[in-house]
C-alpha cells in the first residue's frame, strides 16, 4: 500500500494527476491520512464495512467529491460517476462510453 500511495503522493505534487483513490483497512487508514496530511494534500473519506476509500488530491476536486462521498461509488449518478472518473485520470474515451452506457440504463425524470 505504501507504494501505491506514494506514487500518487508524487503525481499529485507533480501535477500529473489531480486526485487519487485509494482503499485501505480501516486499521491503516490513519497512518496513511498522516502520509497524506504532511504532504499537504486534501483528502475526504469514505468509511464502508470494514475498510475505508480514502480520496486525496487538489482541493478543489475533493469539494467535489464531497458532494457525493455520502453514497456507494455503485450508486453514483451517471454525471458523478463520469466526473469522478474523470478527475481521476481515467481514460476519457472510456469514460464517455461508460456516461452513455449509464445514461441509458438511467431513465430521466
Known sequence: MDDILNTYIYEIKKGTKPLALISVCNEKLEK????ISKNALSFAVQKIEGKAN??????????????FIDKKLSDLSAE????L???????RIEQCKR???NKILQPVG
Request: hydrophobic share 45%; net charge negative; with cysteine.
Open 32 to 35: 496513511c491520512l498522516d502520509k
Open 54 to 67: 480514502i480520496f486525496f488530491g487538489s482541493e478543489d476536486c475533493i469539494r467535489v467529491v464531497s458532494l
Open 80 to 83: 458523478e460517476d463520469f466526473i
Open 85 to 91: 472518473g474523470i478527475m481521476l485520470g481515467y481514460n
Open 99 to 101: 456516461y452513455m452506457n
